[in-house]
């Protein structure tokens, strides 16, 4: 995920495609790169000389080696346009393999047992 500052339409492009080629140059595999709006920060932040109180967030789902994480963070962390940056690590679902048809007893379905 990262923050950017308040960027026109072609700067912000210009900042995911950074940030995306240089995942991508480090053996990331980018999956899906998601707007979520720009919004009002929690806090003012200082970054670069500048007090950004609004900013677009930006979600970048990925697959990598760990590896990447701190050369990524201190890649973000000095290109300017960029306010905030933070790497979540999703949990990957493991899918159980089909046992089969299990076979059903038709005799005690048609002759319910009394009680």
């Known amino acids: 995920m990262c ?12 900042v995911l495609k950074r940030t995306v080629e240089a995942l ?6 980018v999956r899906n790169l998601e707007n979520l ?3 009002t920060l929690p806090y003012k932040i200082s970054k670069h000389n500048h007090r950004h109180r609004r900013g677009g ?3 970048v789902d990925l697959e990598g080696p760990p590896s990447i994480v701190s ?7 000095r290109d300017i ?3 905030r940056r933070a790497f979540i690590k999703y949990p990957v679902s493991k899918t159980e393999e089909c046992s089969g048809i299990v076979p059903v ?3 005690d379905k048609l002759n319910p047992k009394k009680k």
Not at 71 to 76: P, V
């Open 3 to 14: 923050i950017t500052a308040l960027l026109t339409e072609p700067e912000t492009a210009a």
């Open 24 to 29: 991508m140059e480090r053996g990331a595999i």
């Open 37 to 39: 709006g720009e919004r």
């Open 57 to 59: 967030y930006f979600l």
């Open 71 to 77: 050369t990524m963070m201190d890649h973000l962390g």
């Open 81 to 83: 346009d960029i306010i």
């Open 105 to 107: 007893n038709y005799e």
